[in-house]
């Protein structure tokens, strides 16, 4: 019992950074029909770009923290949105896919050129003491993950549903030509989702990065599950996305506890292929009719 608890809580630790990761897929899609295949790099970058500016003017922490994350949210927030997302869309969907695929690339490889090829490690803001419950060995650092993730998340819930600003989002990602119609800035709308998505990216990466430590590699295996979970729960819906990555973080921590680690890929893939088959709309999306 005690290491399926150990377990459990450490694959919803795992889950609500996907979760975070998931959230950010969804808000950009609902809102200009976009796919950011760098997202994964978007969760690795902020934490490398917080020791680079340690490592580069000898800034204490608290400094780095906010010279990397305000550098990080201004370029792939606002700078993504203006400088990849705008130019592309004109040409369709597959173009900017094919862009965000080419920026994923170059993010993890100007990550390995630039700062370093080994992991490194990232400050942790949570003592790495654990507690016991019921007889399980339990990381402080889990329990901070699960608590500011959930916070952060029900803050964005709160924000989209509560409000003006937020329902201006929500008018904008339903159908921004009528949004337009009732005076809502759409562009500033869209723009004030990538920032977000952004912003989330910065928590999850500081969050993830003192356990799993800051390299280069790490975007590749959190895109991954972050798009499956974001398919899992439902590609249109934020409460979707957030079971989706607890989905796949707790199935991915019982399958590597309980049989091995060699399966942390394959079990996921599988579990979408299920997901795929019999609900593809995902566990909490809806189903979109097309009328011709």
Do not use: C
């Not at 917080?50 to 700078?79: H, Q």
């Not at 900017?96 to 700062?115: C, P, Q, V, W, Y």
Request: glycine letters at 10%; zero cysteines; hydrophobic letters at 60%.
């Amino acid at each position: 019992m005690a290491e399926f608890i150990a377990y459990l809580i450490a694959g919803v630790a795992t889950g609500a950074i996907y979760a975070l990761a998931a959230i950010g897929f969804t808000l950009v899609w609902q809102t200009s029909q976009t796919i950011n295949f760098a997202q994964g790099e978007f969760v690795m970058l902020p934490a490398v770009l917080v020791l680079l500016a340690i490592k580069l003017f000898g800034a204490p922490i608290w400094l780095a923290a906010i010279i990397g994350i305000a550098a990080f949210i201004l370029i792939f927030g606002v700078g993504f949105k203006i400088a990849v997302v705008d130019p592309m869309i004109r040409h369709g969907v597959l173009p900017l896919a094919i862009a965000t695929m080419a920026l994923s690339i170059i993010m993890k490889e100007g990550a390995k050129d630039g700062f370093s090829a080994e992991a490194q490690n990232f400050p942790s803001f949570v003592p790495t003491d654990t507690l016991s419950i019921f007889g399980a060995a339990i990381s402080l650092q889990h329990l901070a993950i699960i608590a500011v993730a959930f916070a952060v998340i029900g803050a964005l819930q709160w924000f989209v549903g509560g409000t003006r600003l937020g329902r201006q989002m929500q008018a904008t990602a339903q159908n921004p030509t009528v949004a337009r119609i009732l005076g809502i800035p759409v562009e500033r709308m869209v723009l004030l989702t990538f920032v977000i998505n952004a912003a989330l990216a910065v928590v999850a990466s500081v969050l993830i990065s003192p356990i799993y430590l800051a390299k280069f590699s790490n975007g590749e295996v959190i895109g991954l599950f972050a798009f499956i979970a974001a398919i899992v729960g439902g590609f249109n819906q934020v409460r979707g996305a957030l079971v989706g990555g607890l989905i796949v973080g707790i199935v991915d921590s019982l399958a590597a506890g309980y049989f091995s680690s060699q399966y942390k890929l394959a079990v996921p893939l599988v579990l979408l292929i299920i997901i795929i088959l019999l609900k593809p709309e995902g566990l909490m999306g809806r189903r979109e009719e097309r009328r011709v």
